[in-house]
């Protein structure tokens, strides 16, 4: 059973940074494609981050993902946070690509306000 498995989301005030962390279990980590998702309310969801392509141009220069192979780990550093970025964030998995995922993580909320 594949699960994937977020942390990391929370209230921060604007300029902060946050680091979201997703465990992946049930996959052969290494083969994925691996991102992240956002989804603020009335909007429809958003790819942010890619493994393999890159950002969202919203996001460009102030997020980084990176991921750790030995601890099936995926992990999106969001720096200088705006009110703009609070949302859902959901962790995916693909075996070709996250434009199309098939696993999802069941999401963490992050809150920027002061």
């Known amino acids: 059973q594949v699960q994937l498995v977020e942390s990391g989301g929370g209230l921060v005030q604007p300029g902060g940074s946050l680091r979201l962390s997703c465990k992946a279990s049930?996959?052969?980590?290494?083969?994925?494609?691996m991102g992240w998702y956002r989804q603020a309310p009335g909007k429809p969801r958003e790819l942010v981050a890619d493994?393999?392509?890159g950002y969202a141009d919203s996001v460009k220069g102030r997020f980084t993902i990176s991921r750790d192979t030995a601890k099936s780990t995926v992990y999106l550093q969001m720096n200088s946070l705006k009110p703009e970025d609070t949302a859902v964030y959901y962790c995916?998995?693909?075996?070709?690509?996250?434009?199309?995922?098939?696993?999802w993580g069941q999401g963490t909320q992050v809150t920027v306000s002061s």
């Open positions: 995916v998995a693909d075996l070709r690509s996250v434009q199309a995922p098939t696993y």
């Open positions: 049930g996959i052969i980590f290494r083969l994925y494609d």
């Open positions: 493994i393999t392509s």
